[in-house]
């Protein structure tokens, strides 16, 4: 918003350029490390996927995305959890369907 020198009206205020401020270690919050993202891929390995979780892909395999949503939304609490959650399950069972014509047995 750049100042008009008038002291009424929306832009009011002495006539001043604008500073460029560094950015805050604030404004990082919720960014994906590489570390993080790499521990969390290995106890996703490890671990498997939770019951709920299951049960979310098999609703997605019958075609059942809206009882899907609403089985992940009463487990996370929120309805945008819910629908971060089922397209997480979506984006895991597409990886598993690219990858299962690969796998040969010798």
Same mark, same amino acid.
């Not at 604030?26 to 049960?55: H, M, N, Q, T």
């Given at each position: 918003?750049?100042?008009?020198?008038?002291?009424?009206?929306?832009?009011?205020?002495?006539?001043?350029?604008?500073?460029?401020?560094?950015?805050?270690? $604030?404004? @990082? +919050?919720?960014?994906?490390?590489? *570390?993080? =993202?790499?521990? &969390?891929?290995?106890?996703?390995?490890?671990?498997?996927?939770?019951?709920?979780?299951?049960?979310?892909?098999?609703?997605?395999?019958?075609?059942?995305?809206?009882?899907?949503?609403?089985? $992940?939304? @009463? +487990?996370?609490?929120?309805?945008? *959890?819910? =629908?971060?959650? &089922?397209?997480?399950?979506?984006?895991?069972?597409?990886?598993?369907?690219?990858?299962?014509?690969?796998?040969?047995?010798?």
């Amino acid at each position: 918003m750049a100042k008009t020198g008038i002291s009424v009206g929306l832009q009011k205020g002495h006539v001043v350029s604008e500073r460029t401020l560094k950015p805050r270690p $604030a404004s @990082r +919050k919720g960014f994906l490390g590489k *570390r993080v =993202k790499f521990v &969390r891929d290995i106890v996703r390995e490890v671990a498997g996927l939770a019951p709920y979780e299951k049960r979310i892909c098999e609703l997605l395999k019958i075609g059942k995305d809206k009882r899907a949503l609403k089985v $992940a939304k @009463r +487990k996370l609490g929120t309805h945008i *959890r819910g =629908k971060k959650k &089922r397209e997480e399950m979506m984006t895991l069972m597409r990886a598993q369907a690219s990858k299962k014509p690969v796998e040969h047995h010798a």
